[in-house]
C-alpha cells in the first residue's frame, strides 16, 4: 500500500504525518485491496478570522476511489473526522459487495433511463482521472463512494463513456450518447 500526504499551500508537520500514517494503517484490516492512500491537508480562513484545517483522503482500491473529506480547528481533529467518514466508506463498500455477490442476477438493481438535459456551466476546475470499464450499477457504487451526484464511466455494456447521476426523486439517472 502506498500513502502519499502532502499538503495544499501550508507545510504537514511531521507529527502530522505520523498521526495521519498511524490512523491510515487502520484501513488495511477493513479492505485487504486497498493500492494507495492519498491524503492532502489544507488550511481555509473562517469568516471569524479562525484558521480551519481540511483533511481530504482519497483511498484506490483497484481502481474503486473511496474519499471521505472533513473539517477541524487542527490536522489531528480533521485527520481523525475524515478517518472516520472513509471507515464508514469502506463498510459501506463491503457491504455493496458482499449483497452483489449473494443477490442472484434477476433481483439486482437497475438504472432508469432518463432523457432530459440540463445546460450545465462554464467548468472551473478540470479534474483528470483513470476510466476503467464497469457496469452502470458498478459505477453507480462509485458514484455514492465518492460522495457524488454523477459519475462519468466507460460502460462495458455499449463500449462507449456514459454518465450516471442521482435525480431530485433519489433515483439513478444514466446518460447514453448518441450519434446521427
Known amino acids: 500500500m502506498n500513502l502519499v500526504i502532502r499538503g495544499k499551500n501550508i507545510e504537514v508537520p511531521e507529527n502530522a504525518r505520523d498521526y495521519i500514517t498511524k490512523k491510515t494503517n487502520r484501513f488495511d484490516r477493513h479492505l485487504k485491496t486497498i493500492t494507495e492512500i492519498k491524503v492532502e491537508v489544507s488550511e481555509e480562513k473562517t469568516r471569524s478570522k479562525e484558521n480551519q484545517y481540511v483533511v481530504e483522503m482519497t483511498i484506490n482500491c483497484q481502481g474503486t476511489y473511496i ?32 449483497n452483489r455477490k449473494s443477490q442472484p442476477a434477476s433481483q439486482k438493481e437497475t438504472v432508469e433511463v432518463d432523457e432530459t438535459f440540463d445546460k450545465e456551466s462554464t467548468p472551473i476546475k478540470v479534474k483528470r482521472f483513470p476510466i476503467r470499464p464497469m457496469s452502470p450499477e458498478e459505477a453507480i457504487d462509485q458514484m455514492e463512494l465518492l460522495g457524488h451526484d454523477f459519475f462519468v464511466f466507460f460502460s462495458r455494456n455499449n463500449d462507449q463513456i456514459n454518465v450516471v447521476y442521482r435525480r431530485k426523486d433519489g433515483a439513478y439517472g444514466l446518460i447514453e450518447p448518441e450519434f446521427d
Open 67 to 98: 474519499r471521505g473529506e472533513k473539517r477541524g480547528p487542527d490536522i489531528f481533529s480533521a485527520a481523525d473526522a475524515a478517518t472516520d467518514v472513509v471507515e464508514h466508506q469502506i463498510d459501506r463498500y463491503r457491504g455493496h459487495l458482499q
